[in-house]
């Protein structure tokens, strides 16, 4: 497919850092999965419709297959939802406003036991039509079966980052290096880092594996990461040393990573994020609804420590929308540190979009330039909430929503445009089937 | 106009106070401004599309003006706005990131400094706007100029309660006087309440006056309270009391009202609220983005303080939309208070749908039965985020967004239906001439 989209304003974000993000007037051209221009038009479209005759900047002069009147709105990189569990859509609103071990111990764990790897499909579908509506183009997602996992994401056409799960009761560390070489060379739209769930849940022959492996592979390695204070305290408790540093030590961070959460963390322990290169994945609306905390993110920027964004799975948010979790991103930090401007909105959207690829492995999805892979969104301005046009960042990471989300493009295809799916699923079946068997599971 | 809405879901919330909330499966009927029947279909729709031949359940045998087809989706009553400046939207992404003081000394005053009537009516209606895309419908409206801002609402068909903004430098008590009894007297749709800025912006003899005059009208008064600890802080060191006692010792709060913001609120303070009978107004994207901090809400439901949330201003939030207030009311709690459990999914939608009406006078548009007023919304269930049904009311408050409003109604009148607005304004005409407006007031 080659799909033009002019009349548009650009958003590349080629910048090398969060800063003034530069807006290309212009348009946007998709030859296959990747970018092929970003640039002013030529010659300009003759009207509001399309003649299809246009000369295209690059050259590539007609047969186009589509032409897309932008109508002056917002092109940038899809988001990047850098931490999630997305078969955990059945637990929607099922388990809440409960204290985390009742949630965890009495509603979540005993519906999990009872999944099977088609539930994962089923429910992972779901979410992936929901990432799509939010403006995410790819996740990082860690949950229970890679293969259905996998699968749903290739069926859909969406682009999934898996991240092991391995920890003492689900997946081994040889299974893990098993799923590393086959999902790394499953699809192109699928890759898999090694990862595992959580220092507390993991035991230390098993870490140590996970380490060697990380080593033999020079992967980096990902885990949830200093979450809730009282993990933090029995980890010091067991080994005289936090969750960061005693991982460390055990060399799991030879070749980087990154840690989800990271609320309790400290002085040391971003220290040794920030020389060992690890992403911090910060997931605001699940550590509220949760009560877990708030993340040090002032000093971990100031830092020069990366930090992307992830929703965290929708039985802790509940959902599964980068436009909140950007607002509380910002929102967090002014409260935390009593200071209406730390944490700007440029640096809120630049790790949306820019730094979550980076932090999983997605360096060609990180911004459009030539070559880089079509992963974009459209955001409609035609709404009030993006009025009036004083600061295109600030209206987006401030006063954004889903529903400003006019098109989510993935390598290059149209998935979603103007609140339509284009995905080869029978979204109402779907809706159905998945009501069905969350009522089985239930009983 | 008789509209019949049929095959729906219906949360009518005439409970008398939170609770598990009943729904209703079957129809609404409207007819002029007001709920005329809801309950069971007593002969159902024949298939997907109407013949307009059914009996309805009131009797009122034939001749609906419309009847649509929920296709299953949910009615609820409309989100009130129990706190905005609404033709602040001219400010929006204008100045953001500011420590408190400067973004007001630098940015918001001397851009207010210069606006006049007219753009005060121009700057409003694309609040409304933004209002009737998240299901709000009313607003509790503090800002500079009565006149056109009553205009802008009666003219886009909204509702609007115009509370007075006195204070030493804008508005005085004898213009407030006349403009209660011009306001409430002005069009179905508008009302007026008494209020002022706030304490520290108000000297002693106007607060008397104030209270003088809500003793003559027997009236509630409104303001900003305890916003800012320095605001508190400051008050104590000149009167020797906290805002709220101060008031209450003048005799502001002999018929009730209610305070904006109450974050840095003592004991007393929450005491005097419940026996006067006060309304807190929260408003969490606010006090996040302007680091003001959090109220004690699980204090204030614990003693029976009734609640309701507003966005404040589209300067310092930037958006309006309650769903983003309504995720955020609870996530503050359950932070605050290092608890999960807190401030439930039920107590936010009763604090954003009824006691919002209540709040600002509007008793009558609180809850759907028949002779309340018709302002209510439909959410679509038919999108991602709202599956699986396990939990209507959690679906709303924790994974909702204004995607999911696909009808806005106030007054039997549908202004905003899936995703267009029905109103008598060239709504793109309308973005350039703000965006137009904008640029003259930044030079």
Known sequence: MKIRIYNARILPMTEE?????????????????????????????????????????????????????????????????????????????????????????????????????????????LAVL??????????????????????????????????????????????????????????????YQLGFHAEYTTSKPVLEDIAALAKDLKAPVYMH????????????????????????????????????????????????????????????????????????????????????IGTDGPASNNCLDMFREMFLVTGLAKLKEKDAAVVDAKEVLYMAAVQGARAIGLADCDSLAPGKQADLIMIDLHQPNMQPLNNLTKNIVYSGSKQNVVMTMIAGKILYEKGEFYVPEDVERLYADVNCRVEELKR
């Open 130 to 191: 929901e990432y799509l509506t939010s403006g995410i183009t790819a996740n990082f997602d860690m949950y229970l079966t890679p293969d259905t996992m996998a699968q749903a994401s290739k069926d859909l056409g969406f682009r999934t980052v898996i991240c092991g799960a391995v920890n003492d009761f689900v997946q081994s560390v040889p299974e893990m290096e098993k799923w590393y070489k086959t999902y790394n060379q499953f699809d192109p739209l699928i890759s």
């Open 17 to 125: 850092k969060a800063g003034h993000f530069q807006i290309v007037e212009g348009e946007i051209q998709i030859i296959e999965d990747k970018i092929a221009y970003v640039g002013p038009s030529e010659i300009a479209p003759s009207g509001c419709g399309s003649t299809g005759k246009e000369q295209s900047a690059s050259g590539a002069d007609d047969k186009w297959d589509r032409e897309i009147d932008a109508q002056g709105n917002l092109i940038l990189p899809g988001f990047k939802n850098a931490h999630t569990h997305s078969g955990m859509t059945f637990l929607r609103s099922y388990a809440d406003d409960l204290p985390l071990l009742d949630w965890l111990n009495k509603q979540v764990f005993p519906m999990e036991a009872k999944l099977t790897p088609e539930d994962v499909y089923l429910f992972s579908k």
């Open 225 to 308: 990461n200093s979450e809730s204070c009282s993990e933090t305290e029995q980890c010091i408790d067991r080994t005289g040393m936090t969750p960061t540093a005693y991982l460390d030590s055990l060399g799991m961070f030879a070749h980087g990573g990154g840690g989800f959460h990271c609320i309790h963390m400290t002085e040391e322990d971003l220290e040794i994020f920030k020389e060992r290169g690890l992403y911090v994945v910060t997931n605001p609306a699940s550590n509220m609804k949760l009560a877990s905390g708030i993340p040090p993110l002032t000093k971990m920027l100031q830092m020069g420590i990366p930090v992307a």
